[in-house]
Each structure stands twice: as C-alpha cells, then as structure tokens.
C-alpha cells in the first residue's frame, strides 16, 4: 500500500462506526470489563503524563490521532488546554462531531497531518498503528512530529502482543481481523527513527486499574511485560 493512502480501508472503518462499541465490548465480555473502563483509565495515565512531562494538562494543545467515535473525549474536555481529533473514517468523524460539538475533527489520509508546524504541544494515538500498514507507520509518525512543537510529546498507546488475554481479545474482534501488533520496540523505533528522545515504555492493565490506588499498583509492574496493554513516549528533540 502506498504511503499515500489511509490505514487499511476507509470504508471498512466507516462500517464498524454505528457497532464499534457494541463489537469491541463482546470481545471483553469474558473480562467482565468494557471499552469505556479501558478509555477511562487510559484517560488518566494520558493526564498523568501530561501532567508529570509538560509541566501540566490543562494548557496544552492535544491531537488524537485516529480518534475514531472519540468514546473517550468527554473526559478530556475542561482537563486539557485544547483538544482535537483526526481519523480516516468519514463516518467515525461524523460520529464525534456530533457527540462533541466544540472540539475540531478531522478527516485525515493517514499520513498528512492537517496542523501546521510546530502547532501542537502534544498527541497521542490509542490502539491505532496496529491499523496502520506496517510501511505505512513511519511516514504517519514523522508528520505527527511535523506538528508538535520543539519538546512537543507523543504517546504510543498499543496492545501488548506479549499478553495471551490480549490475544484473546484481538484475535476475537471482528475488526482487529488484520490487525498487526507491534511489540515494544517496535513502537520505540518507530519514533526513534522520526527524530524522537527520550523515549520510554510502561505496561499498563497489569491489575484492572480503575482509580488512583490501583494506577499505582499497576505502576508497579510497569516496567514488566505483564500489562494487557502498553504507552511508549516520545520527546521532539
């Protein structure tokens, strides 16, 4: 696939909008756990980081890369200085602008960033370069890096591939189908080759880690390959 076109196909993308809830929720229901406890607690360890690493939430311009239906952008308005999204599917666009009329969403190729240089402080990107074409990643993370500021931050947030409950859910969900996971260091290359520093990975989900008390649990096994799932971040140098 070229470096041209979006993640995997659009269209496919615009058919899982009215259901993606409902389909990633039966994948976890063996868990007793769903995608909104998920969102939420990736939430708070996005928070925690911008809090810890840019000297606070609450000024900072943040991009969510592959927004998808934006489930979690509810809990992010008021928390962050400004907030906006881009996805390749029209429909999941569509989707979070209805639900969050003040935020700016975007229809993307899955390249080309629509911001300007140097216009954003921080972006992340949840459980979406497993959607990427695996040639296609480097390109998209090098335009994430056009527009984020100088010591702008990006966040990987993926699944573990070393996790068998994460296989479990991937390989059950219907539009994980042709997912790729990315290990690590995969997610580590990929922005230590588009000029990124200071480049760190945690496991996250080691414990089901819904409030402060348990996020510091979990926080304890970071370093571990345990977690269901992981964040890797990365500084602009």
Do not use: W
């Not at 070393?162 to 290359?189: I, Q, Y």
């Amino acid at each position: 696939m070229s470096t041209s076109q979006p993640p995997d196909d659009p269209a496919e993308f615009d058919a899982y909008t009215a259901n993606y809830n409902e389909e990633i929720n039966k994948a976890l229901n063996f868990s007793g756990l769903d995608i909104d406890f998920f969102a939420r607690v990736k939430n708070e360890y996005l928070i925690d980081i911008l809090n810890a690493r840019l000297d606070g939430a609450g000024k900072v311009k943040l991009l969510d890369v592959g927004c998808g239906v934006a489930n979690a952008h509810k809990r992010l308005i008021g928390r962050v200085g400004e907030l906006f999204g881009i996805d390749v599917s029209s429909a999941s666009i569509t989707v979070a602008r209805q639900r969050n009329p003040g935020i700016r969403y975007e229809v993307f190729d899955g390249t080309h960033v629509p911001f300007a240089d140097g216009s954003l402080d921080a972006a992340f990107a949840v459980n979406v370069f497993h959607h990427v074409p695996v040639a296609q990643r480097p390109a998209l993370v090098d335009d994430i890096r056009r527009v984020l500021r100088p010591d702008g931050l990006f966040a990987i947030f993926e699944h573990n591939p070393l996790n068998p409950v994460t296989k479990h859910v991937v390989d059950t969900c219907e539009f994980d189908k042709d997912a790729v996971l990315l290990k690590r260091r995969d997610s580590e290359a990929l922005l230590r080759a588009a000029g990124f520093g200071d480049i760190k990975t945690r496991y996250i989900f080691a414990v089901p880690a819904a409030g402060r008390l348990l996020r510091r649990v979990d926080r304890m096994f970071s370093l571990m390959p345990l977690g269901a799932q992981y964040y890797t971040i990365g500084f602009c140098r």
